[in-house]
């Protein structure tokens, strides 16, 4: 029963480990500085999931961000643009005082 109960959970479980840049398979680096000339690598990440490992790369040129996904044999197979965590400050509307509770 205990081994059944590990084996579910390496099955379904998911890990994600920040690697260096430096540290990506060739045929990643290979494929980012022929398809995405300009680009700079910003972070990457192992992935394994449900046993099966692939590789996500972030990458950007100027304010555009990518993330892009590679499976075991070094294909990409999913790139999403990252759109920025923008925050406005409050406007003056937003800073408006209540108005009194009439009793």
Same mark, same amino acid.
């Given at each position: 029963?205990?081994?059944?109960?590990?084996? +579910?959970?390496?099955?379904?479980?998911?890990?994600?480990?920040?690697?260096? @840049?430096? $540290?990506? &398979?060739? %045929?990643? &680096?290979? #494929?980012?500085?022929?398809?995405?000339? %300009? #680009? *700079?690598? $910003?972070?990457?990440?192992?992935? +394994?999931?449900? %046993? +099966? !490992?692939?590789?996500?790369? !972030? +990458?950007?040129? *100027? &304010?555009?961000?990518?993330?892009?996904?590679? $499976?075991? $044999?070094?294909?990409?197979?999913?790139?999403?643009?990252?759109? @920025?965590d923008i925050k406005t400050p409050p406007t003056k509307e937003d800073k408006?005082?209540? @108005?009194?509770?009439?009793?």
């Amino acid at each position: 029963m205990m081994v059944a109960m590990l084996f +579910v959970t390496f099955a379904f479980s998911q890990t994600k480990t920040e690697i260096k @840049p430096a $540290d990506l &398979s060739k %045929g990643v &680096s290979t #494929y980012i500085t022929k398809n995405f000339s %300009g #680009y *700079g690598i $910003d972070k990457a990440f192992k992935i +394994v999931n449900k %046993g +099966v !490992m692939s590789t996500e790369v !972030m +990458v950007s040129k *100027g &304010s555009e961000k990518l993330a892009l996904t590679f $499976d075991k $044999d070094f294909k990409l197979t999913k790139k999403e643009a990252i759109k @920025p965590d923008i925050k406005t400050p409050p406007t003056k509307e937003d800073k408006k005082p209540l @108005p009194p509770i009439k009793k």
